[in-house]
């Protein structure tokens, strides 16, 4: 890959600068905008999770991803309702359905600290071979834009996480919280910022030969 094929972007003034590939930062862009223009009100996402299992995430790659998330996610929305009967609720209560989603993700592999491994829920304890101080980490960034006109955004996380944990290969799910120590971006009020941060997975770090997958990058499908 040639300079040509990469923009420097700091996600921050102050903070670390990343190459970015430009195919990959022109499909963000698109799913972006696509979001924005399609969705009443798009929220956006950035969740973590970890490949525990490199051979078993095969098999749901293999199966389509990104679909597999989509069918999960009703499933979680599908228990709520279960668990919510339509009595139960009040007038002032919000409905929660599943919400129409747009994906980008990226997997990377890098060795690190425990403390960055685990995060900050303790989420993935320490079961890996140390090396040379650091553990090794193959995870993936997940971007999720989803339409919470008719669900509460401050609640998707949880069932997006819990969609994540229910595919196999994959455990520990957990989000990356914004700046402001929020759970999402509103695209209809912080568009740019939200972009210029999804630039991350686009990056051109962490793609190391550890990583047993051919395509390491992709995102939805959007007409």
Not at 83 to 108: D, L, M, V
Not at 135 to 140: A, D, G, N, Q, V
Request: net charge positive; hydrophobic share 30%; with cysteine.
């Amino acid at each position: 890959m040639s300079k040509a094929d990469t923009i420097s972007i700091k996600m921050t003034p102050k903070g670390r600068g990343y190459k970015i590939e430009n195919t990959k930062q022109e499909r963000i862009e698109s799913v972006f905008a696509h979001a924005k223009d399609t969705m009443t009100s798009p929220c956006a996402f950035h969740l973590i999770t970890h490949i525990h299992d490199a051979e078993l995430f095969r098999t749901t790659k293999s199966k389509g991803f990104i679909k597999s998330f989509e069918r999960a996610l009703k499933r979680q929305y599908k228990l709520l309702a279960q668990r919510e009967p339509k009595e139960g609720r009040t007038k002032t209560k919000r409905p929660q359905k599943c919400p129409n989603t747009i994906i980008a993700y990226s997997i990377e592999y890098k060795l690190t600290s425990q403390k960055d491994v685990d995060g900050k829920e303790d989420a993935y304890k320490s079961i890996w071979e140390i090396t040379n101080g650091k553990l090794p980490f193959l995870h993936i960034h997940f971007y999720v834009i989803a339409d919470c006109n008719q669900t509460i955004p401050q609640n998707f996380t949880k069932h997006a996480m819990a969609a994540l944990n229910e595919l196999d290969g994959l455990r520990a799910a957990r989000y990356a919280k914004t700046k402001d120590n929020k759970k999402y971006k509103p695209l209809n009020t912080d568009y740019d910022d939200a972009v210029l941060r999804a630039f991350y997975i686009g990056k051109v770090e962490q793609k190391s030969s550890e990583i047993p997958y051919r395509n390491t990058f992709d995102t939805s499908k959007i007409k």
